[in-house]
């Protein structure tokens, strides 16, 4: 039976039984910040989110009920994008492996009876907080030709004139300036302001 201690965390690893895997997050590009709470499971929100403010990809993570069967949680996050240095710090705190051709770090965290949903939340973010903050390497760009053969366009669709008002009809940044698409224009910030990194 599940009780809450005085912080209001579903004690022991019970709290993980009430968590249903989310399976489309694997592989996921996140394009705000925001996103990361529909796409990752709640014990693992906050280090995810200290990932993405570091401009370094997490590729899936997990933290739920199938996780009480091999005693541990992870996040995989995305080795081939990240700087020299936060590689070492990924080889220090995880376990490189390639997954579907693509090099990954897997950051493994132990589980027990005793371990709460705090407890979690914690070592994640703590293992998180470790890196530095890095270029956005992983932040896709499209230029006007780019979209027009994405989207099966003509070179009337994609005019100057039309970009901005293009790109919020596809869901997309138009930044003028550079004259590139983005598919937020979180992940435009992004990139302006790793510039100097």
């Not at 989110?49 to 996050?77: C, H, M, Q, W």
């Not at 493994?108 to 890095?134: C, G, L, M, N, Y």
Request: proline share 2%; glycine share 4%; aromatic share 8%.
């Amino acid at each position: 039976m599940e009780k809450e201690n005085s912080e209001g965390f579903l004690e022991k690893k019970d709290f993980l039984e009430n968590i249903n895997p989310i399976e489309e997050s694997e592989g996921k590009l996140f394009f705000t910040k925001e996103e990361i709470e529909d796409f990752v499971e709640t014990p693992l929100i906050e280090a995810c989110k200290v990932f993405y403010e570091k401009n370094i990809r997490t590729l899936s993570s997990s933290a739920n009920e199938k996780d009480l069967e091999t005693g541990e949680i992870y996040i995989v996050i995305d080795k081939e994008t990240l700087s020299e240095e936060n590689k070492e710090i990924a080889d220090n705190v995880g376990e490189s492996v390639v997954i579907r051709g693509k090099e990954v770090v897997k950051i493994s965290i132990p589980i027990s009876e005793e371990s709460t949903e705090d407890d979690i939340r914690r070592k994640a973010v703590d293992i998180a907080e470790q890196f530095k903050k890095q270029k956005a390497e992983w932040i896709p760009k499209y230029s006007a030709e780019d979209i027009k053969k994405i989207y099966s366009l003509n070179e009337e669709d994609v005019k100057e004139e039309k970009r901005e008002l293009l790109a919020e009809e596809l869901g997309l940044y138009y930044n003028r300036e550079e004259e590139i698409f983005y598919e937020s224009r979180e992940h435009c910030e992004k990139i302006k302001e790793s510039e100097d990194l």
